[in-house]
């Protein structure tokens, strides 16, 4: 690699004096990291979201910010009802916070040390100064959802924290998680989460992520999933706040009749960058995977897409399908798609899409016609876009919550 693809980092010596000593896996995370820096915009998946900002501020650990004191949950988190919550402070498991665990066939524990490489440039980062984090394991069919918790919250300094969550689902186990995360306001902070998925032989895991950070958050996030034979991974993942979030999936489909779906959502205004990167391996024959994301921008903000989906010379029967949606509400904000498709196989069924534009007037029109003032014309158009990518949450429970979400983002948006 190049160095003029790398930036240098603001995570150096006078960052690492403010964490305890580090053991050998970190010792080498963090030469790799100062050999090989943050990535620059000369590097292809990375071009579209510079990191300039980020690499500007001075960060310091967290763990070591004496100032910050985050005793309840902020009142606006919103509450899963019979979800088992766990509660992470800047990336540090709580457990005064988090419900005891009862639940048969569920285990969840507190993570200490990085169980998995992971090759991503953040997630050398996230091994290199590893904050905390949880595990957690479903050994048979999960009835209780789980509902993780991020608070990120910085002191009267800039604050960074590196949390790693790990998740396994047992052959023929079934569990729904919902991430959740949120943010105090005040300085600036950095999330960097790296999350592992295992599902094994025929199990089932639901994942939704929301990401309502505060306006001035820093949220990098990189998720690998390993997918097993007849096994199926569904994931949906919502982003609304932050000034710079990138959600990173990579999916490893690692047994034949493996089927994946990942969709999302954003919504964003002012300056706010959010970025989708996903990346399906299709490397097992009869494989499926189906990708709909879907976009709101206003303001000066930039939503980005990037979708890779490799079809390995084996995997025939391979069925990989990629769509993006973006509505421009004004005409300061941008977009930046980049589906891909790389197949070596040719009994497959692969195809993307891509389309954009701005707010169909004849709708407007119509909605104006039987007595509704263009404002709120405007957000009911809005609210049904979002609205239709939320067909793809199964779980009614989670479908309410992250459709109170996305209300609760016009209307902000509507009184600013």
């Not at 040390?113 to 479903?138: E, F, K, Q």
């Not at 996903?278 to 009869?286: A, I, R, S, V, Y």
């Not at 973006?326 to 497959?348: M, T």
């Not at 404002?375 to 199964?394: S, T, Y």
Request: with cysteine; glycine share 8%; hydrophobic share 45%.
């Amino acid at each position: 690699m190049k160095q003029s693809a790398l930036l240098v980092h603001p995570f150096g010596a006078r960052y690492a004096a403010a964490l305890p000593a580090a053991d050998s896996a970190r010792r080498e995370a963090r030469e790799t990291l100062a050999l090989e820096g943050l990535p620059g915009p000369k590097r292809e998946e990375w071009r579209f979201t510079p990191l300039r900002g980020l690499a500007k501020i001075p960060f310091i650990p967290a763990a070591s910010a004496e100032d910050i004191d985050v005793r309840d949950i902020p009142a606006d988190v919103p509450r899963f009802a019979g979800a088992v919550r766990v509660v992470l402070v800047n990336g540090v498991y709580r457990a005064d916070l988090s419900d005891k665990v009862s639940e048969a066939g569920l285990a969840i524990m507190e993570a200490k040390t990085p169980d998995h490489d992971v090759h991503a440039p953040l997630a050398v980062l996230n091994a290199a100064y590893m904050s905390g984090g949880v595990t957690i394991a479903a050994r048979g069919v999960v009835a209780k959802p789980v509902h993780i918790v991020s608070i990120g919250a910085a002191g009267a300094e800039p604050a960074a924290f590196h949390p790693r969550f790990a998740v396994a689902v047992a052959p023929a186990a079934k569990l729904t998680v919902l991430e959740t995360h949120h943010g105090l306001p005040g300085q600036p902070y950095f999330s960097n989460p790296v999350t592992t998925i295992s599902v094994g032989t025929a199990g089932v895991l639901r994942r939704y992520v929301l990401v309502r950070e505060d306006s001035e958050a820093f949220h990098l996030a990189t998720t690998v999933a390993d997918v097993a034979a007849d096994a199926k991974f569904d994931a949906f993942h919502l982003g609304l706040g932050g000034a710079l979030v990138r959600q990173e999936i990579n999916v490893d489909f690692v047994g034949e009749g493996a089927a994946v779906r990942l969709n999302g959502a954003y919504a964003l205004t002012g300056r706010a960058h959010h970025d989708f990167t996903t990346f399906m391996n299709h490397d097992m024959p009869n494989c499926t995977s189906s990708q709909v994301f879907k976009g709101v921008v206003d303001g000066e903000s930039r939503g980005v897409y990037q979708g890779r989906l490799l079809v390995a010379r084996h995997a025939q029967k391979t069925d990989g399908q990629q769509l993006h949606k973006a509505l421009f509400l004004s005409r300061g904000p941008q977009i930046d798609c980049k589906p891909e498709l790389e197949i070596y196989a040719d009994d497959v069924k692969c195809a993307h899409g891509a389309t954009t534009g701005e707010m169909d007037p004849d709708h407007l029109f119509y909605l104006a016609a039987r007595g509704i003032d263009p404002q709120a014309a405007r957000l009911l158009l809005v609210q049904g876009f979002l609205a239709d990518a939320l067909e793809n949450v199964d779980d009614a429970a989670v479908h309410d919550i992250l459709s109170a979400e996305i209300s609760g983002w016009l209307m902000r948006k509507a009184s600013a």
